[in-house]
């Protein structure tokens, strides 16, 4: 059992504890304090200023129920879109016009190079529920072999912590453990645990592994079905979490692997090169209340296990019980326990899949809109740290900006008929706000294409510039088409909300390519489409002209049947593979990790009872 470091043993490597400094005494609160009010007053100026121009166009002809409608929606939509631009503007700067740009951000990271012998104990924990046994123990045995690669394998053990509900994959878990068991050099460094309920869902797993089994070690590393991490990025991030005790989460920068499905290789084509500039530029002023994403990352068990405990909402479902977005609330409470909660702004060694078309990408974010939404009553939490409220702010107005933005496009065209009858209407200047918000949506994405073009082999590692640029075209076509029908999804899914009708469940993913049908199709995107056929129309008798700039942000609910079906067919994906459109640097520099995936699986093994 690995020994907690007193108070004593803190003082003597991280410094006398101080108000100056935050809680590993890595970085000065006055720096950060100041970081935050740049950022604070860029925003607020920015969103003043949009606020101020739309304001001014809304007023031609005099106020109306309407206009008031539109600007209310826009004052919704336009914070979190102008954080994202500003998060982007400053991560660039700081990847390209700063010497020392990571150190800025996370000071901690030279701990990782430092060649320190590593001696805290580490769990990685699988957590499955009706998952594909086959697919998940593989990826738990690539990492388990990458890490033993390190010499440091015997550090940590393996949980397979289970809440599957079926039966017959149950057997098929229990058998691959087996298997997987085998593999290992000390097989009692791996335990299966499967429990008959899901009781709080993945938090419910993690504290119960927290119970039974968190005292015997310092760190734990949770991991998704798709999960996947090389051992020298584990073993990195270990060096880090023990040269800073105080440090109790360590988020990875999680990025897409190599996909079949088009859907999914396009999207984390366009994440990946985005969230590079992005992450950097958050986490420069967010700095110690960082984020979590619940995977690929280390925690801190102790304080995890005693501060940590998650509420249960005390409201009729579906807003109450259990919370569903657990993991930025137990950053927000490792925080407040003293300890700092960080995010490692690097590529490299840790990845996850993305769901294969745009139903189950739908799916996945409607739970993670409910889950959000219920930090509404969480605000309130006493002791929370400042920057550890406004994150849970933030993450609420990420869902609440969807249905303002659908309400606008849903208003637009008696937006536009009532500027006809305006008369003297300032068309130049509400298209030149529009064009400047689509910029400015759209900045975090031409933010990353610049940092590939500007690093050095940047290009090379994606397959060349045309290459490059023919797979950024083709992915900002497909977010505006891909976000249409999603923020609309999202739309209904919160009126339902409201209604108190709307329900998610809590079940295995489909990761796998698969066709959709065009029936399949037309029953889940119906909406989008009827949706679409009316604003457009609408747009159209009102002023064609409107409805060519309004095709940005309305193409999407026309097409959402084809898009989807075209988006999900293998054929597509075997396309993009084939020229390498779209492609990712693992695609061109296949890591160890990813190429272990292709190999046949290891054989169940007979178990004494």
Not at 265 to 274: A, L, T
Not at 343 to 354: C, I, R
Not at 546 to 560: N, V
Request: glycine share 10%; with cysteine; proline share 6%.
């Amino acid at each position: 059992m690995t020994e907690r470091l007193d108070p004593v043993t803190l003082t003597l490597i991280e410094g006398a504890p101080s108000s100056s400094t935050t809680p590993s005494g890595m970085q000065s609160t006055t720096t950060l304090r100041r970081r935050r009010t740049v950022v604070g007053a860029l925003n607020l100026a920015t969103c003043g200023a949009l606020a101020a121009a739309m304001a001014w166009i809304l007023s031609a002809g005099g106020w109306s129920l309407l206009d008031g409608l539109l600007l209310t929606c826009f004052l919704l939509v336009t914070p979190w879109t102008v954080l994202g631009f500003w998060n982007a503007i400053i991560g660039l700067w700081l990847l390209h016009g700063r010497r020392e740009g990571l150190a800025e951000v996370a000071p901690f990271a030279s701990a990782g190079n430092s060649g320190e012998a590593v001696f805290l104990r580490t769990a990685v924990l699988m957590t499955l529920r009706n998952e594909d046994p086959a697919r998940a123990f593989s990826r738990l045995s690539a990492v388990a072999e990458s890490i033993a690669r390190t010499g440091h394998g015997h550090h940590f053990a393996y949980f397979v912590l289970s809440d599957t509900s079926r039966p017959e994959i149950a057997a098929a878990e229990e058998e691959a453990f087996a298997a997987f068991r085998a593999t290992l050099a000390d097989g009692a460094r791996a335990v299966y645990r499967r429990r008959e309920d899901n009781v709080g869902y993945k938090a419910g797993n993690l504290r119960d592994f927290c119970a039974r089994w968190g005292g015997e070690y310092e760190l734990m590393l949770p991991l998704d079905a798709d999960s996947l991490m090389a051992g020298e990025t584990i073993v990195s991030m270990v060096r880090m979490m023990q040269a800073y005790p105080r440090l109790g989460i360590l988020q990875s920068l999680v990025t897409g692997m190599p996909a079949a499905s088009g859907f999914a290789r396009i999207f984390q084509f366009g994440m990946r090169h985005g969230m590079r500039p992005y992450t950097m530029g958050s986490a420069w002023w967010a700095g110690d209340c960082g984020p979590f994403w619940g995977h690929n990352a280390l925690v801190r068990i102790a304080p995890f296990r005693d501060d940590c405990h998650l509420p249960v909402l005390r409201a009729r479902p579906p807003l109450g019980g259990p919370i569903l977005s657990h993991d930025q609330v137990e950053a927000a409470l490792m925080r407040r326990a003293g300890y700092e909660v960080r995010v490692l702004p690097v590529e490299g060694g840790t990845w996850e899949e993305n769901p294969p078309t745009v139903v189950d990408f739908v799916r996945r974010d409607l739970r993670w809109c409910l889950g959000n939404l219920q930090y509404i009553r969480l605000l309130g939490l006493p002791g929370l740290h400042p920057m550890s409220r406004f994150q849970l702010l933030w993450a609420i107005l990420m869902f609440v900006g969807l249905p303002a933005m659908t309400a606008m496009i849903a208003l637009s065209p008696f937006a536009v008929r009532e500027a006809q009858a305006a008369g003297a209407f300032p068309t130049a200047l509400a298209a030149g706000l529009y064009s400047l918000f689509l910029f400015i949506c759209l900045f975090p994405k031409l933010a990353g294409l610049a940092d590939i073009a500007l690093t050095r082999d940047g290009l090379t590692r994606y397959g060349g510039g045309a290459r490059f640029a023919l797979s950024a075209f083709i992915e900002i076509v497909f977010a505006f088409l891909q976000g249409a029908v999603s923020s609309f999804r999202t739309s209904l899914f919160m009126l339902g909300l409201l209604a108190g009708r709307a329900h998610v469940g809590w079940n295995g993913q489909e990761r796998d390519a698969h066709a959709l049908s065009w029936a399949t199709a037309a029953a889940g995107l119906w909406p989008q489409t009827l949706f679409g056929l009316l604003v457009c129309g609408a747009l159209a008798w009102a002023s064609p002209a409107a409805l060519l700039w309004s095709l940005p942000l309305t193409a999407g609910y026309l097409l959402a049947i084809p898009f989807a079906v075209v988006t999900a067919r293998p054929a597509l994906g075997a396309f993009l593979a084939r020229h390498r459109l779209c492609a990712i640097p693992e695609e061109f520099d296949e890591p160890a990790e990813i190429a272990a995936l292709a190999r046949p699986a290891p054989q169940p093994v007979a178990v004494a009872a």
